[in-house]
Each structure stands twice: as C-alpha cells, then as structure tokens.
C-alpha cells in the first residue's frame, strides 16, 4: 500500500517517485521521472513535469506547473498560480527542448501567488518573491523581492518576518536570530528555534 495519499481524480504515472506522507489532492498529474519528496502538499491542478525533483515538506498551492528543469529544495512554499518556465523564447512551430534552462529554487523560499520565476534563475535560500513579482536573475538568499521586474526591497528571516537592518547588523524582532549584511548579501549570525506553536513538518 502506497504510503503517500493520492485523490482519486489525480494521476501519478508510472515511473514518479513520491515520498511517504506526501499528500497529493484533486486533479494533479504527477508524471514519469518527476521526483516527489517526503511529506509535501500538492493543493489542486498541479502538474509536475519529468525530469523535475522536489525535496521534504514542499507545499505547492493550487493551479501550479512544475517545468522540466525545476528544482524545489526542501521547505519551498509555492503560492497560488505562481509560474515557472523553462525556455526564454518559445515558439509553437520551433522546438527547443534542449534549450531547458534550469532553476532551482533553495531550501525554505516562499514564492507568492501569481508570481513568475524566469527560467534560468536561482532563488537563494529563504528568499522571499511578494504576490505578482516577475523574477529576471538571481535572487540572494534572504531577499524580499517585489515588482515587475523584481527588485530587493529588503531582507526576511527564516521564520518569514520582515527584518529591519541598522548599519549592517539586524535581529528578528519575532524569532531573535540575528543577521549581518555585508556586500549585498545577508548572513545568518545566530538562530534560534522556533517556538513549537510555530513549526510544521
């Protein structure tokens, strides 16, 4: 017996490998080759092509497409409709199939709804893309990005609230890990865990 859930409108072809506890609800499509860790979600109308790997306790809300050439790391959160592509120029009548440009998205990002991540691009670990954002290059790990295109308009905690960083150096004001920012980019000082009342997995 399976030892994930699987709805009855849905498909898993044969060929996909799904983690125990992975949840996969109405009218999904889940296809060879895919990759499905342990313990994700997968809300309505979701496609997940070949070829695409998925790690631990991603939640992939409804109406989402995972494209050949996507890579979730553990603890993504993809929001309602957002979108992924795997080709810059396409056209119905030329193939470009080996033209895939892969994007990873790393471990604990969250990805609002209606967003766009261009194919191509990496979102550094625990960044944060707002509802509606079309992301064109690389994202560094922390960064709240918001617009069309996306531009970094400040820095998230792990715990996904909004940091405030004061000559280089911030503290969650939620959670208490602390940050330095140096060079555009934001490095983790100290964590601490989450109160219990805050986690899931």
Known sequence: MAEYFVHESSYVDEGATVGRGTKIW???HVMPGAVIGER??????????????IGN?????????????VTLEDDVFCGPSCVF??????????????????TRVRRG???GANATILCGVT??????????????????????????????V????????????????????????SYEESNGVLRQLAQRPLPESRRTG
Request: charge should be positive.
């Open 85 to 102: 592509t795997n080709v810059l120029n396409p056209r119905s009548h030329v193939s470009r199939k080996h033209e895939y440009r892969p």
């Open 40 to 53: 994700c979600n997968l809300g309505q109308n979701v496609v997940v092509m070949p070829g695409t790997r």
């Open 109 to 111: 990002s969250s990805i």
């Open 123 to 152: 979102l550094g670990e625990y960044a944060f893309i707002g509802a509606g954002a079309v992301v064109t290059s690389d994202v560094p790990a922390y960064g709240l990005m918001v617009g069309v295109p996306a531009r970094r």
């Open 154 to 177: 400040g820095w998230m905690c792990q715990c996904g609230e909004r940091l405030s960083v004061t000559a280089g150096q911030g503290t969650c004001a939620v959670c208490g890990t």
């Open 26 to 28: 109405h009218f999904c």
């Open 57 to 69: 306790n991603v939640k992939i809300q409804n109406n989402v497409s995972i494209y050949e050439g």
